[in-house]
């Protein structure tokens, strides 16, 4: 659209009526929707998830390790409801990490249960090669039916551990889907060069090997574990298939930071998913589906030794015969494409489908964000993927521009949804774990911030 409005008075005499009928009609619809940000909550570090208790107290989980509890008119309850930080693995805390306390996962069956499931990187296990960083590890904890809101560590009952060769691309995102099942998205192992290459990668890249939980969307039974700490299951796409994990749900992922059930329609599972320097994608998982990586980035082939460029060949098929499973929505990334004024950012941070009330105009779209405009600097970026009319028509990135008292944010950590399906961002002043400018925001219609700020949410 920018470029469209540069052109000259000459070429615009040039066009015909009708070219000049669907340029208004092009410009209309990329009008930005324009929204406002309502602060919840700040004092935070960089906050990654938040769920909704029944009763209604949401609890905001640090990425240093802590569980905040947010007051029903703002702000943060005193204390930690947890402290996790004593079963982390390292992290940096005044640099860029990606290792910490991930995200946590209300359990379908909480009110009878009181379980919360919760993601971290613990320390590398004794049984993981020397050389590896970490673990990534889902555990359950329980929640005592008490006020204050205060888990015991002691509850803690781990689920399941995956070694990590290197401190980034951890995924480690959770949600319960319709079926009961927990789903958990990992990451491909990370390293220096990414591009699924080095210590702990398959030759193939570990997206394509489905010898390893690395690289895949996962979908396990925590309903009722006995003595381990998950089941399988019947249903899933892999069961008995020799050689492959039968937790596999679909795989060929990157780096997925987000996994989101839509809350009407088909209740598809949308996960955004972090691309190495072209293209970011979101995606609609598919059961035993493969989506690509590191075959494919975005809507191309994926060439691992120059990742700058598009690969000459675009793969059609994966090792089994299996068909790759497009994205349903790209958009670029600065470090190919800086300066092209639709390079939208440098990672995809995922966000749900819009099922609220309170901002029709987003209703059944896919709610997104960019965790910063330009590397180093606190720029994050919201966007949304608007639903195509027809089944085959794509999905199209569409801006959000954020007006009123919430305009400056920070980086785009997490999003977060409520009981009424309204949403909230989670930023970071920063693009490291120092200091304390990690703020809840609500996403509220144009600058009705001002009027609800008194008022509690
Ligand atoms: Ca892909």
New binding site residues.
């Given amino acids: 659209m920018r470029r469209m409005k540069k052109n000259s008075s000459s070429a615009m005499a040039a066009m015909t009526a009708t070219a000049l009928l669907s340029l208004t009609l092009a410009a209309q619809t990329n009008d930005p929707l324009r929204l406002s940000l309502q602060l919840v909550a700040d004092g935070l570090v960089s906050p990654l998830s938040m769920i909704v208790l029944p009763d209604g107290r949401r609890l905001v989980a640090d990425q240093v390790g802590v569980v905040r509890v947010l007051k029903s008119d703002g702000g943060l309850e005193d204390g930690a409801a947890l402290d996790l930080s004593p079963r982390l693995s390292k992290v940096n805390h005044g640099s860029f990490d990606e290792r910490g306390l991930l995200c946590m996962a209300l359990d379908p069956a909480f009110a009878s249960n009181r379980h919360v499931f919760v993601s971290y990187t613990a320390p590398r296990r004794e049984s993981a090669p020397a050389d590896w960083d970490c673990t990534l590890r889902i555990s359950r904890l329980t929640l005592p039916d008490a006020s204050p809101v205060r888990f015991d560590l002691a509850s803690e009952k781990v689920v399941l551990e995956i070694d990590k060769p290197y401190f980034n691309h951890n995924g480690g995102r959770l949600a319960f889907g319709p079926d009961g099942f927990l789903y958990v998205t990992v990451g491909d192992g990370g390293g220096p060069q990414g591009c699924d290459l080095g210590n702990g990668h398959a030759p193939e890249g570990n997206g394509q090997n489905l010898g390893t939980l690395l690289a895949k969307v996962l979908r396990i039974d925590v309903s009722n574990p006995g003595q381990d700490g998950y089941r399988i299951p019947a249903d899933n796409p892999f069961v008995g298939v020799a050689g492959v994990r039968p937790e596999i749900w679909a795989y ?3 780096n997925p930071w987000s996994i989101s059930f839509d809350r009407a329609g088909d209740r598809s599972l949308f996960i955004g ?1 972090v691309g190495q320097m072209r293209w970011e ?1 979101v ?1 609609i998982v598919r059961k035993g589906g493969n ?3 590191p075959e ?3 809507m191309e082939g994926f060439d691992r030794q120059h990742p700058e460029k598009a690969a000459e060949r675009i793969p059609a098929a994966g090792r089994r015969g299996e068909p790759f499973v497009d ?1 349903v929505a790209v958009y670029k990334n600065v470090g190919a494409f800086n300066g092209q004024p639709d390079a939208l950012g440098t990672s995809i941070t995922g966000g749900y489908v819009y099922r609220g009330k309170a901002i029709p105009a987003l209703a059944g779209h896919f709610v997104l964000g960019d965790w910063t405009g330009a590397w180093g600097a606190p720029q994050g970026r919201l966007m949304y993927a608007r639903r195509p009319s027809g089944p085959t028509a794509r999905w199209f990135i569409e801006p959000i521009r954020i007006d009123g008292p919430g305009k400056m944010f920070g980086t785009v950590c997490a999003f977060a949804e409520d009981r009424d399906g309204e949403l909230y961002v989670l930023t970071n002043g920063s693009t490291s774990l120092a200091g304390s400018r990690g703020k809840v925001w609500k996403l509220v219609p144009k600058a009705s911030a001002a009027r609800d700020a008194g008022t509690g949410n």
Wanted: hydrophobic share 15%.
């Fill in positions: 060929g992922v990157r998913d994608e995606n989506h690509g990586w494919r980035e975005g994205p």
